[in-house]
């Protein structure tokens, strides 16, 4: 098909929207073909069928690069208990946070997952994303972890949707394994790594590298695993302390290092000669009030792409809407309304390796948001509403 009379946010490269007013895209089944001025339209694409968009504008789809969608339970008392004084550490160490919902998701059969999960997923679909990452680490035992990467994989065919899937049985340390993390990493993470991938249900390996969960040197163990089983690895680093987790990153020449609040300019330097990408998310620092923000100068003055995402998941970030969470970057850590939008796109399809999506170009995957908006910064500067008018899925409407 043909679409017409639109204005489009090529994002073509990273210092400026790449903006066409009245400029036309010919898709070809699941690409784009080609793309620019009306006026340039070549012969080959007039006679096709014609979408007339009425000047509306014309972005990449949203990319969602980071979530854990698929979890049994919620934990609103603990946020209730947080806003009582309690920190995220201590609810964690007192037997909540990553561990309740361990219990709760271990309960859950895999199709009452997939069925809650779905709900998670039809925000982001209103919302314009078309490609969401999928993290396991709520199960901790191989059955667990197993069925929240089948619930995940099931989620594509039920929802026009695109899933890549990230195991992340370094996510916590266990109640049965209380105090043995080591035997953890040894008895359960890496053996269901390997089933897991045996299996087809991974596209990378993740990690939670903090004070509260796993060190370097184990985290260090499953991404040499992840290396020999040739899949790409991704790490939760800097959260909440320095521990070493943003170099560990780099050293393994990761996809992406989320979190990152407490990353150094070092760091910067690190993940940029690596092309690692910076993942930011800012609903888990908004939901935990932290007060350290992750050094966005640093990334930019190093060249490090920052991608952004919800972190959907019931503790720290129940946040479904890709829409607030650029409107977030922007107020919380000053990001520009450009970098809230490549964060979403063109930056998030990097930190998933996917790199035919995140930009309107000739070749590229045909996944495309319609906005009833004048200007791309509109999506980052409203709070609360959505202005999407169509989403194209791999070039249908």
Known sequence: MLLTNARIVTLEDDKSYGMIDAGAIALDGQKIA???SAKDIPDTYRTEPVHDLAGRLVTPALIDCHT???FGGNRATEFELRLNGASYEEVARAGGGIVSTVK????????????DALTRVD???????TLIEVKSGYGLDQDTELKMLRAARQIAQARPIDVRTSYLGAHAVPPEYQDRPDAYIDDVCIPTLRAAHAEGLVDAVDGFCEG????????KRVFDVAVDLDLPVKLHAEQLSNIGGTQLAAQYKALSADHVEYATDADAR???ASGTVATVLPGAFYTLRETQAPPIQSFRDHGVPMALATDCNPGSSPLTSPLLTMNMACT??????????????AHAAKALGMSDQGRI???????????????PAELAYRIGFNPLHKRIFGGAL
């Open 123 to 129: 925000a982001l679909i209103a919302e314009g994303v």
């Open 34 to 36: 080609w793309v620019g």
């Open 332 to 345: 919380l850590f000053r990001m520009t309304p450009l970098e809230a939008l490549l964060g979403m796109t």
């Open 361 to 375: 170009t000739t070749g590229a995957r045909a996944d495309l948001c319609v906005w009833d908006a004048d200007h």
């Open 104 to 115: 709760a998701t271990r309960a859950a059969a895999e199709d009452a997952l997939l069925q």
């Open 270 to 272: 690190a993940l940029a």
């Open 212 to 219: 509260i969960a796993f060190d370097t040197a184990q985290i």
């Open 68 to 70: 854990h969608v698929v």
